[in-house]
């Protein structure tokens, strides 16, 4: 099953503006990360943030943790055509297993 | 640094017959991962290797599905007489040695089936 809720399941907007996309999960984690696929490819990482972060920057990207509502956002700054694609959000359980558990997206389109 | 690589990339198969995929990871990593993803729905965790030892299943891993990971290099993953309902994309990730600092898993590519 599922553990995480990504919101808003779809997000439409135009170049030069910021995308923000929240993530909410059910269990303690050891870390969250978000990973971003093109249509029909693979996953690409973007960022890992672990339980006792609260915020981390990497380039456009501006991933927030909040474990106390078990809730994470991603800001896009500044979006491209290029960054059209579904993100997910990603938690690794904090007991006993390695797997990531993912949500279920959200399909971000950047028009240019 | 190569990446993951999977293959085939595409399966188109009869129900009823066996399938099999190869994912060959990061050269320097001993975690392998499989996942399954359905249209429209994030990946689903199937099972993983930590070196050949595989050391966790999915209850989505029925008893049709089998994997491997001989020598502690490539894995296969094969399922027996395939459903309508395994059409999905497959997808491998490996991550580095565990300590602190690596936990990211790198996914390939994924190898799309579609069961007939």
């Known amino acids: 099953s599922q553990q995480g809720e990504e919101d808003p399941q779809a997000l439409s907007i135009q170049e030069g503006e910021n995308a923000t996309m929240n993530c909410s999960y059910k269990?303690?984690?050891?870390?969250l990360q978000w990973y971003r696929q093109n249509s029909g490819r693979g996953l690409v990482h973007l960022i890992l943030?672990?339980?006792?972060?609260r915020e981390k920057h990497s380039g456009r990207l501006r991933v927030t943790l909040d474990t106390s509502k078990k809730s994470s956002s991603l800001l896009i700054t500044a979006s491209r055509a290029a960054d059209t694609a579904s993100y997910f959000c990603?938690?690794?359980?904090?007991?006993?297993?390695?797997?990531?558990?993912f949500g279920k997206g959200t399909k971000l389109t950047v028009n240019p | 640094d190569t990446g993951v690589s999977q293959n085939p990339r595409h399966k188109i198969t009869k129900r009823g017959q066996n399938v099999t995929f190869r994912c060959d990871p990061i050269s320097e990593h001993n975690r392998l991962y499989w996942y399954r993803q359905t249209l429209g729905q994030g990946p689903e965790f199937l099972t993983y290797?930590?070196?050949?030892?595989?050391?966790?299943k999915s209850r989505l891993l029925s008893d049709r599905f089998s994997a491997e990971r001989p020598k502690g290099s490539f894995s296969t993953l094969e399922i027996q007489r395939t459903e309508q309902g395994d059409s999905a994309m497959y997808l491998c990730?490996?991550?580095?040695?565990?300590?602190?600092?690596?936990?990211?898993?790198?996914f390939g590519p994924g190898t799309r089936l579609l069961v007939l």
């Open positions: 990730a490996s991550s580095a040695p565990r300590d602190r600092y690596r936990e990211t898993q790198y």
């Open positions: 990603a938690t690794e359980p904090a007991f006993g297993s390695e797997k990531l558990v």
């Open positions: 269990t303690s984690i050891n870390n």
């Open positions: 290797f930590q070196n050949e030892a595989q050391l966790e």
């Open positions: 943030i672990r339980s006792n972060e």
